[in-house]
T-cell receptor, first 112, second 110 residues
Framework: EAGVTQSPTHLIKTRGQQATLRCSPI?????VYWYQQALGLGLQFLLW???????NRGNFPPRFSGRQFPNYSSELNVNALELEDSALYLC???????????FGAGTRLSVL | GEDVEQSLFLSVREGDSSVINCTYT??????LYWYKQEPGAGLQLLTY?????DMKQDQRLTVLLNKKDKHLSLRIADTQTGDSAIYFC??????????FGTGTRLQVFP
């Protein structure tokens, strides 16, 4: 069974550009979570989607947004990129009733 | 507020036991987790414990939970060089998000 897959593996952008990161959950999982792992800041919760709806949001500005598609895959969009957005972005999925989040390998975003 | 704390580094000799400690603050946490992160990789779930349990053992891994002191530990028996990684503890909030600790870098030397 395939795990959580994220694409691209690496993404290089310049300040002010937009980045789109993608995540495919484990088959059968309906919840998708996004986390940011920035140097010196640790792992921080960004967004939670379930059944196509945003259920919870972390302490991030509105330029961080996303969506979940009918097939439960998800996109994270970061607008007006800033240097401090450089980080590893991790996606996780779960059954909403299982209480266990399984993570993908992440997308490393570098903002120059 | 929510805060999960871990020591930053641990160095052990191959074959010895490793004990990684974690303290958390949210007494309402229902599940607590241990994840492993190898260089350049995502998070691998190692084990988890429900808050009404004191201990859980899974092969070389033993998790101890002291709810009174809000203290969680992960013991790795017979530590191997392949165990070298960063270990994160995490607590689950009611809203489903995970709150992670700062991570403990485990270095195993021959």
């Amino acid at each position: 069974e395939a795990g959580v897959t994220q694409s691209p593996t690496h993404l290089i952008k310049t300040r002010g550009q937009q980045a789109t990161l993608r995540c495919s959950p484990i088959s059968g999982h309906t919840s998708v979570y996004w986390y940011q792992q920035a140097l010196g800041l640790g792992l921080q919760f960004l967004l939670w989607y379930d059944e196509g709806e945003e259920r919870n949001r972390g302490n991030f500005p509105p330029r961080f947004s996303g969506r979940q598609f009918p097939n439960y895959s998800s996109e994270l969009n970061v607008n007006a990129l800033e240097l401090e957005d450089s980080a590893l972005y991790l996606c996780a999925s779960s059954w909403v009733t299982e209480n266990i989040q399984y993570f993908g390998a992440g997308t490393r975003l570098s903002v120059l | 507020g929510e805060d999960v704390e871990q020591s930053l580094f641990l160095s052990v000799r191959e074959g010895d036991s490793s004990v990684i400690n974690c303290t958390y603050t949210d007494s309402s946490s229902t599940y607590l987790y241990w994840y492993k992160q190898e260089p350049g990789a995502g998070l691998q779930l190692l084990t988890y414990i429900f808050s009404n349990m004191d201990m859980k053992q899974d092969q070389r891994l033993t998790v101890l939970l002291n709810k009174k002191d809000k203290h969680l530990s992960l013991r790795i028996a017979d530590t191997q060089t392949g165990d070298s990684a960063i270990y994160f503890c995490a607590e689950r909030e009611d809203t489903d998000k995970l709150i992670f600790g700062t991570g403990t870098r485990l270095q195993v030397f021959p």
